[in-house]
């Protein structure tokens, strides 16, 4: 799912292509994709577009009219720009918006169409859309503490839950996490004042170096390979692969569709966080620690080495 750094990249560049340009016409390729009726979408044509704006990790297109278009590119989302009526691509494509300065398209990808489009007219109706959760990169400590103490959540759900913190997800809180050497499922009514300050200092440093990365990365042209999964991330999307700071391996906890990624060494004290499914299935003989795990994996392949012996 894009998240704060990426959508304000898309921000910037949609910025630079259509503010002040008119939408000439809407083209809806899945009906699944409006979520609203009123006001309707053609509404929305022959207005200027007057700003752009992010709602957590939504994008807001302001027009004449007090009219917004408000999309959520959930987790396959994505956006293009092309030049003017270009075609929408066959398969992906959910809707193309012409400009008079070119073609927006928004596609998804995979069977299962969770991307969204509201039209609303309205500050007020557009409020209804924003979760709530705070700016992270414009939060004080004191702000950010009292916001994380509100409930009693692991910090994995605390940093993605939008009602608490603006535009952060799955990618970039396993990102902070690390850098401010905290377990993903440590509760935040845990956590000291010395934790809070490193929670805080990741959050904002995370997010501003990925933006600026992102940004350099995309230079004049439109972003089109926005993914959660970057070579440069430290743990998040690197599963077995070597810590960049200790060398041990990462480790993952999958739940529902989502996922932690994490480094026992530095974040857990060694200890390895329990997978509910695995868990559940192993019992007693689920390993705790790093060096559990490695003695496991080497009892598994000490029958393959004494064979290679005996030959």
Same mark, same amino acid.
């Given at each position: 799912m894009p998240e704060l750094p990426d959508i304000v990249v898309y921000i910037q560049q949609l910025e630079s292509r259509i503010l002040g340009a008119r939408v000439d016409r809407i083209r809806l390729a899945s009906p699944f994709l409006l979520r609203s009726v009123t006001p309707p979408l053609p509404e929305a044509e022959g207005k200027r577009v007057l700003e752009i704006r992010r709602l957590g990790k939504r994008i807001v297109i302001g027009l004449e009219d007090n009219l917004f278009l408000v999309f959520h590119l959930m987790i396959s989302g994505r956006l293009h720009w092309r030049e003017r009526e270009a075609k929408a691509p066959a398969r992906r494509g959910l809707a193309t918006f012409d400009f008079t300065s070119g073609t927006l398209s928004l596609t998804e990808a995979g069977s299962k169409k969770r991307a969204s489009l509201h039209v609303v007219k309205g500050e007020q109706a557009l409020k209804e859309h924003d979760p709530g959760g705070i700016e992270v990169l414009e939060t004080g400590i004191d702000t950010f503490r009292s916001i994380l !103490?509100?409930?009693?959540?692991? +910090?994995?759900?605390? &940093?993605?839950?939008p009602r608490l913190l603006s535009g952060i997800g799955n990618a970039y809180s396993d990102e902070i996490l690390f850098f401010a050497r905290l377990s993903p499922a440590k509760l935040t009514r845990k956590l000291v004042d010395e934790e809070v300050r490193r929670l805080?200092?990741?959050?904002?440093?995370?997010? $501003? /170096?990925?933006? !600026? %990365? +992102? %940004? &350099? @990365?995309?230079?004049? *042209?439109?972003p089109e390979k926005v993914t959660a999964f970057r070579p440069g991330m430290a743990v998040h999307g690197?599963? $077995?692969? #070597?810590? #960049? /700071?200790? *060398?041990? #391996?990462i480790q993952r906890i999958v739940y529902a569709e989502n996922e932690a990624n994490y480094c026992a060494h530095c974040q857990t004290a060694g200890k390895l966080l329990a997978d509910r499914a695995l868990s559940k299935l192993l019992h007693d003989d689920w390993p705790r620690t790093? @060096?559990?795990l490695e003695a496991r994996k080497a009892s598994t392949l000490s029958p393959a080495r004494s064979l290679l012996q005996e030959h």
């Open positions: !103490m509100k409930e009693n959540h692991t +910090l994995k759900r605390a &940093l993605t839950d805080h200092d990741a959050s904002q440093n995370v997010l $501003r /170096e990925w933006t !600026m %990365k +992102l %940004k &350099l @990365e995309a230079g004049n *042209g439109f690197r599963y $077995r692969q #070597p810590c #960049p /700071e200790c *060398g041990s #391996p790093i @060096e559990a």
